[in-house]
């Protein structure tokens, strides 16, 4: 996804300072910062920060899960629930 159309000069953030955030949080959209012609920083409301590092460490609980199953670190689900239950009943 290509955000080119909320690019804005790097003085504008300043400027607009009591705007900026309100207009994040509303647009839910990543403002772009340009500097001398050239996308140099990203700036995002709280909550769409928060759900994209949700998604990257769900991205990577998934990728080392993958890592895992290629190199043959698993045991079959009855196994696993099978000690989950030994382990509960031993505890009680």
């Keep these: 996804m290509r955000h080119s ?4 000069p ?3 953030p300043k400027a607009h300072a009591a705007e900026v955030p309100d207009t994040l949080a509303d647009q839910r ?4 910062i340009r500097h001398n012609g050239e996308a140099r920083a990203v700036i995002q409301d709280v909550a769409s920060f928060e759900e994209t590092q949700e998604a990257l460490a769900l991205l990577k609980l998934l990728t080392l899960g993958q890592h895992d199953v290629e ?4 045991k079959p689900l009855a196994d696993v629930v099978q000690r989950i239950r030994s382990r509960h009943s031993d505890d009680e």
């Design 10 to 12: 790097s003085s504008y």
């Design 71 to 74: 190199a043959r670190r698993v």
């Design 5 to 8: 159309t909320q690019i804005t």
């Design 29 to 32: 959209e990543p403002l772009v």
